[in-house]
């Protein structure tokens, strides 16, 4: 149905109008009955939906409608398949429909910084592309059912300490390409109906008043044409954050600050027509929804099938040295509550209640030859002789053992951080123990956020099943057992201890946290430190393998305007069926700026039969090559050499091929008395200005080597090789007015050369 907005909204009160920039209750925007304008409702989460009927409270688990929890985000990111996201927020979106739900609050994007993140579990990477594509790909599948999604938290949210009060210190360019591309691309591709606020500031201005974030960035540069919500309490100054684009207040201030967007009307502090355009963005997007509304069966059978879909091409198996698959005739000891009593999901506010839970146990049922042994509690740190001696017992008289292993719930979730990466000690001691006395011993994690493996050169086998969703037990059992050929991959690094991330040092600091490790996070930080680390982005083993071959790009030669085509051919060489996820990263050779190694540009899930061979093809532009220039305020790519490496992991390179890039990007030239001689001669539009003063430098202090007529042809000693290196080094980090304390020049001569290049 065609709507006129704008008229809609001139016939709402100034009351009405300011009445619907927060919500009615903690659920529900507000509604105009005599303008026909409905309430809707909006409703957690990420992976699942978590409706509250009645009165909402924040953390009223029980009150939730019996639901389905699929994997969360830090689980699913590792599928690396974008149709199955796709597949994944469809569903969402049918079941919201079912549900009578405008909005769906998620997905969850921010980048983990930390491993101790408490709502790492939400998130789902540390690299902002894979991100980006892995939401982008969930909000098409919701939207397509006209249910809104809210990204979400807008931005630089990568702690829960002090969450509400924070001020995350992010310089430019490392919001630009690590912080925000998430959001961008989201954004750009997906066109999300709702972007939820963070409760953070950045740098000193909270994100819920924050102009440049909410306006210039999100609307003006990105196109963002839904509606701004804050994150649930998350509003400072009511008026200012209207001014600055954040349309609706969550979940409500119970009319204060209603008043005071109409006081400030009133008083003419805030523009009417800014309350206005707020209105109309918030109906256009309830309108959206309801004049779509479906017919939807919720079918919670067919999303718990979907769920284990889910889980199982999202699971990790990180070591298997000829310990998986298990065989059913094997005797099997599986040893851990985990077994029985799973930990499949965060705690806070994306929380579902599921309406039916598998249990590793439960899927394993009909196996005769398996046994379970307690070992130790699921809810606490607390090593029981007796327990452990039973599980020793029965580990020594079985043919293999599976530990389920993991974090309790205590020790990880929204709200608070961790402060260490440790599993409970009693576990950690159990599993000594046991690959003690059993060397065919696999471990299976249930986490939300990496943990040291103190044991882990002792295990044969090791699967990462992350939180896995409702139907985790299905799906680990079908990949122990070799039903489902697991085909996950990390979408972080595991590092070997705490110490070793980047952001250690400033991690949850009190008022402001200053992200002192820049661009440099995840495998960007410890691929620039030749780091050691437990297993890196991107990696995952399957029961088969794969060959690649064939890199190809359709030129070698690229311009700003160019898109380059890179395809490569992957071979399943193993004898079963199997998944790879190929990676694509660019390395920038070019030495003009200090830039990561190498960073993910593109990947594709490929599905291959034993023998099997295809084709995978990327495409790469400008942006592909690009960093964020803060003099230009734009992403620049220098001219030079780019390395495009295909790889099976962020540490596994198979194939790589360079491409020439010429940029007609110019950088400005903003040159002054203290910019020195060497960045003169680095950009060849300033450089003949160089070139004349290192020369008077030269003369002087008989520096540059080629320049001195005297020596040429002579052997040079090392003490006049010296004297040149010294005088270069000199003329090069000299600012252009220290030419002038050797009386080289007068200040006007220098004062021209500056006009004149300023209008080069
Ligand atoms: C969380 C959001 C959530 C909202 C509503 C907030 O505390 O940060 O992620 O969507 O509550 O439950």
New binding site residues.
């Given amino acids: 149905m065609e709507r006129n907005l704008k008229e809609l909204v001139a016939q709402m009160t100034l009351e009405e109008k300011a009445g619907m920039c927060s919500g009615l209750d903690f659920w529900h925007l507000k509604g105009v009955e005599r303008l026909g304008i409905p309430s809707v409702m909006v409703s957690?989460?990420p992976h699942g939906l978590?409706k509250q009927d009645e009165s909402g409270d924040?953390l009223g688990i029980n009150d939730n409608i019996k639901a389905v929890c699929f994997p969360p985000a830090v689980l699913s990111a590792c599928s690396f398949d974008r149709e199955l996201m796709h597949t994944f927020g469809d569903a969402i979106g049918k079941e919201a429909q079912a549900q009578n739900l405008s909005v769906v609050?998620?997905p969850?994007v921010n980048i983990k910084r930390s491993p101790l993140c408490g709502r790492n579990f939400e998130y789902y990477s540390e690299d902002p592309y894979l991100a980006g594509e892995t939401a982008a790909a969930f909000i098409d599948g919701v939207q397509t059912h006209h249910v809104g999604t809210?990204i979400?938290?807008f931005a630089a949210n990568n702690q829960e300490f002090n969450r509400m009060s924070c001020s995350s210190d992010v310089d430019e360019r490392t919001l630009r390409e690590i912080y925000l591309p998430a959001f961008e691309t989201a954004v750009k591709k997906a066109h999300p109906y709702t972007v939820?606020c963070s409760?953070n500031k950045i740098n000193g201005t909270f994100a819920s008043e924050n102009p440049w974030l909410l306006t210039d960035v999100l609307r003006d540069e990105w196109g963002f044409e839904g509606y701004v919500m804050s994150?649930?309490?998350a509003v400072n100054e009511r008026v200012e954050g209207l001014k600055a684009g954040l349309e609706l207040e969550?979940p409500t201030s119970n009319g204060i600050n209603d008043r005071e967007i109409i006081a400030a009307v009133k008083d003419g502090s805030l523009d009417e027509a800014v309350l206005d355009r707020a209105v109309e963005r918030i109906l256009r997007i309830v309108f959206l929804y309801w004049d779509n509304r479906e017919e939807q069966e919720f079918a919670l059978e067919a999303d718990h099938a979907l769920a284990k879909k889910i889980a199982e091409e999202s699971m990790v198996l990180l070591k298997n040295d000829n310990v998986l698959p298990l065989n059913k005739n094997e005797k099997i000891a599986v040893i851990g509550e985990f077994a029985v009593k799973p930990r499949f999901q965060g705690g806070?506010?994306?929380h579902i209640n599921s309406f039916k839970i598998s249990s590793l146990m439960d899927a394993l049922k009909e196996y005769e030859n398996v046994t379970y042994i307690k070992g130790f509690s699921a809810d606490e740190d607390c090593y029981e002789e007796t327990l452990a001696q039973e599980a020793l017992n029965a580990a020594k008289s079985a043919d293999k053992v599976v530990i389920c292993a993991g974090l309790p719930d205590s020790f990880e979730s929204?709200g608070y951080d961790r402060s260490h990466m440790h599993l409970p000690e009693c576990q950690n001691r159990l599993i000594h123990e046991i690959t003690a006395v059993q060397p065919e011993t696999i471990v299976v994690l249930h986490n939300g956020s990496p943990v040291e493996m103190p044991w882990l050169s002792d295990v044969k086998g090791l699967l990462e099943a992350y939180l896995g969703g409702q139907a985790v037990g299905e799906a680990v059992a079908d990949i122990l057992f070799g039903n489902v050929n697991p085909s996950g991959k990390l979408a972080e690094t595991i590092p070997y201890k705490l110490s070793d991330n980047p952001s250690y040092l400033s991690f949850g600091d009190g008022d402001h946290v200053t992200y002192n490790e820049g661009v440099f996070v995840g495998y960007r930080y410890y691929d620039a430190k030749e780091m050691p680390v437990a297993f890196p982005f991107g990696y995952g083993l399957s029961y088969t393998t794969f060959a690649y071959s064939n890199l190809t790009l359709d030129r070698n030669n690229v311009a700003d305007e160019d898109t380059v085509t890179v395809t490569v051919d992957v071979t399943n060489t193993g004898s079963v069926k199997g998944k790879e996820i190929v990676q694509l990263y660019v390395s920038d050779l070019t030495g003009a700026a200090r830039r990561p190694l190498r960073e993910l540009k593109g990947y594709e899930k490929v599905s291959l039969k034993p023998g099997e061979t295809k084709t995978v093809s990327f495409t790469l532009d400008y942006r592909s090559f690009a960093w964020y220039h803060t003099a230009l305020h734009d992403w620049y790519a220098a001219s030079g050499e780019y390395e495009i490496q295909i790889g099976a992991s962020s540490r596994d390179i198979r194939l790589s091929e360079i491409v020439h890039l010429i940029t007609k990007k110019l950088l400005p030239i903003q040159t002054h008395l203290n910019t020195t001689l060497g960045e003169l001669l680095s950009d060849e539009r300033t450089a003949k200005y160089g070139l004349k003063l290192k020369k008077k430098m030269d003369a002087f202090f008989g520096g540059g080597a080629e320049s001195d007529e005297n020596s040429k042809g002579a052997e040079e000693t090392t003490d006049e090789a010296v004297g040149d290196a010294m005088g270069d080094a000199i003329a090069f980090s000299m600012p252009m007015r220290g030419v002038l304390s050797f009386g080289l020049c007068t200040k006007e001569e220098l004062q021209n050369m500056i006009d004149e290049m300023n209008q080069l």
Avoid: I, N, T, V
């Fill in positions: 957690d989460g978590r924040h609050l998620g969850a809210s979400k938290h939820m409760y994150d649930w309490g969550m806070g506010s994306s929204e």
